[in-house]
């Protein structure tokens, strides 16, 4: 008898065909959302889930079940666990980090060029049938190019957001990070450290790529967002809670700061009432990450986390990126 898994939501079907090979898998072709009390349920027998960042692991669903051993998540961010609830019980967890990083990077820098040259904005005018002539400051934005890039959070997508801007756009970079970069890295991104207090100040298009956590909750709120000069804008492509999404929506709405782009929110799939209300954001539904190759190679770092953490393939017992890997020692 195989070991069972469960696919928490729904994946790519030659993703779970993969999992099958190994394990008896429970798959989520309905891609239903499961309540706490549903997904405790369907991880009874089962050794480990492949979830994404919408399936929240806590203590109470991993007490309910103590056979779980591996958790394999498709995405880099893994707010979604108690990972010192993880740990305390030796479940090990799993990202995947690396593959993302250069389509999410894009994304980003995307996301913030659109707030800054209005282009949703400018484009729903058009589509309401508003455009009958040209006039000299209609959408004035402002510059990407020659502007101050402020990137608070400086892993590995902060750091490709920061190549982009500073050789692709001839941009001046300043980050702040908990911790400061090797000067090697800082000198590959043309990227200066400073403290968080001058980066809001001297941001003219601040990005924001940091893990969320309980320290980080609202690290940008109406103190922040006040010390952010009037024509800044503020992309937020990291995890809802970080910004103070109410605060923002006021900032945005008394035209404190220009604009933002906003791919994530507290509480998503809601978001905030008052943020759909003012025309100067940039509103998409968590999809950085989403083209298709970057999904499949997400998907198959999930799975090849979840096979070989189990036992099974090529890596068996090392699986490639493991988020609390002093589990495996014990
Ligand atoms: C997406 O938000 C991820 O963490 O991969």
């Known amino acids: 008898m195989k070991p069972q898994v469960l696919v928490a939501r729904n994946v790519f079907p030659e993703v779970v065909e993969r999992l099958r090979e190994h394990f008896e898998v429970e798959d989520n072709p309905g891609d239903r959302i499961y309540t706490k009390a549903e997904l405790i349920e369907r991880l009874k027998g089962k050794v480990g889930a492949f979830t994404t960042g919408s399936v929240m692991i806590?203590?109470?669903?991993?007490?309910?079940?103590?056979?779980?051993?591996?958790?394999?998540?498709?995405?880099?961010g893994?707010?979604?666990?108690?990972?010192?609830?993880?740990t305390a019980r030796g479940v090990l967890c799993t990202?995947?980090?690396?593959?993302?990083?250069?389509?999410?990077?894009?994304?980003?820098?995307?996301?913030m060029m659109a707030t800054a040259r209005r282009i949703a904005e400018s484009e729903h005018y058009l589509?309401?049938?508003?455009?009958?002539?040209?006039?000299?400051?209609?959408?004035?934005?402002?510059?990407?190019?020659?502007?101050?890039?402020?990137?608070?959070?400086?892993?590995?997508?902060?750091?490709?957001?920061?190549?982009?801007?500073a050789h692709g756009f001839e941009m001046?970079?300043?980050?702040?990070?908990?911790?400061?970069?090797?000067?090697?890295?800082?000198?590959?991104?043309?990227?200066?450290?400073?403290?968080?207090?001058?980066?809001?100040r001297e941001a003219d298009h601040l990005v924001i790529v940091m893990p969320y956590s309980k320290e980080s909750h609202h690290a940008v709120g109406a103190p922040e967002l006040a010390l952010m000069k009037p024509t800044a804008t503020l992309t937020n492509i990291a995890r809802g809670g970080i910004v103070d999404d109410a605060a923002l929506a006021k900032?945005?709405?008394?035209?404190?700061?220009a604009a933002a782009g906003l791919d994530v929110f507290e509480g998503e799939p809601t978001v905030h009432p008052?943020?759909?209300?003012?025309?100067?954001?940039?509103?998409?539904?968590?999809?950085?990450?989403?083209?298709?190759?970057?999904?499949?190679?997400?998907?198959?770092?999930?799975?090849?986390?979840?096979?070989?953490?189990?036992?099974?393939?090529?890596?068996?017992?090392?699986?490639?990126?493991?988020?609390?890997?002093?589990?495996?020692?014990?």
């Open 274 to 330: 008052d943020l759909l209300k003012v025309p100067n954001v940039v509103l998409t539904p968590h999809i950085a990450s989403a083209t298709v190759a970057t999904r499949r190679a997400m998907a198959d770092l999930a799975a090849d986390n979840l096979i070989a953490a189990l036992g099974f393939g090529p890596n068996a017992g090392k699986p490639p990126t493991p988020i609390n890997p002093e589990v495996m020692k014990s």
């Open 127 to 165: 589509r309401r049938g508003e455009w009958s002539k040209w006039f000299y400051d209609m959408f004035v934005g402002s510059d990407i190019h020659h502007a101050t890039l402020g990137i608070l959070g400086m892993g590995r997508i902060g750091q490709a957001i920061a190549r982009r801007g």
């Open 78 to 86: 893994y707010n979604n666990f108690d990972m010192a609830a993880c």
């Open 58 to 76: 806590d203590a109470e669903v991993l007490d309910a079940n103590p056979q779980l051993r591996v958790l394999a998540n498709m995405a880099v």
């Open 95 to 111: 990202n995947t980090p690396d593959v993302l990083t250069e389509t999410t990077a894009d994304f980003g820098f995307a996301l």
């Open 251 to 257: 900032a945005l709405a008394e035209r404190r700061i």
């Open 172 to 200: 001046r970079v300043l980050y702040h990070n908990r911790s400061r970069l090797d000067p090697s890295i800082e000198a590959s991104c043309k990227a200066t450290y400073v403290g968080k207090e001058q980066l809001l």
